[in-house]
Structure formats: C-alpha cells, structure tokens
C-alpha cells in the first residue's frame, strides 16, 4: 500500500477523522456507512455498499422495500409467490 503522507490520532472514543480529500475522492458522504476489516496486520476501511438482508452476499444487490437482497434471493422470493 502506498503511504499517502497524512495521520491521524484516535481520540478517547475510539474516533479519527478521514481527511476531505480522501473522502472526496472515494466518494464518501457523511452519513454514508464504511466497512473496516483486517488485512495482513492492517486495518481496511471500504465504503460499505451493503449486503442481502438475507444471505449476506455482496454481489448483485437491489433494493426491496428498503432492503438489500441479491438477485439469486429476489428470484427465490418470486418463485414462492
């Protein structure tokens, strides 16, 4: 990973600030949810594009009544109408 050059202290919640820049240029929002995992002793931060409210899968999400579901969840729900 290429060091960019900025840091950042944790305050006493637990707390740190994304720099604008960053955010700008991944298109974060406030308010927009992150997703943080560990990699290889590092912490990854990715905006969080949301999961199927059912088998949690990230790939291929619509929105149903204001829930993430798959397709392959969509076309299991539609075939038990």
């Not at 960019?4 to 944790?10: E, K, L, N």
């Not at 700008?24 to 990715?46: A, C, Q």
């Amino acid at each position: 990973m290429k060091a960019t050059g900025v840091s950042r202290c944790i305050d006493e919640l637990g707390r740190i600030v994304i720099p604008k820049s960053m955010r700008n240029k991944l298109g974060i929002n406030s308010g927009d949810p992150l997703e943080f995992r560990l990699e290889d002793g590092s912490i990854v931060i990715t905006p969080d594009k949301g999961r199927c409210s059912f088998c949690l899968s990230d790939e291929g999400l619509e929105s149903f009544k204001g829930k993430s579901v798959c397709r392959a969840c969509l076309n299991e729900l539609k075939s038990v109408e």
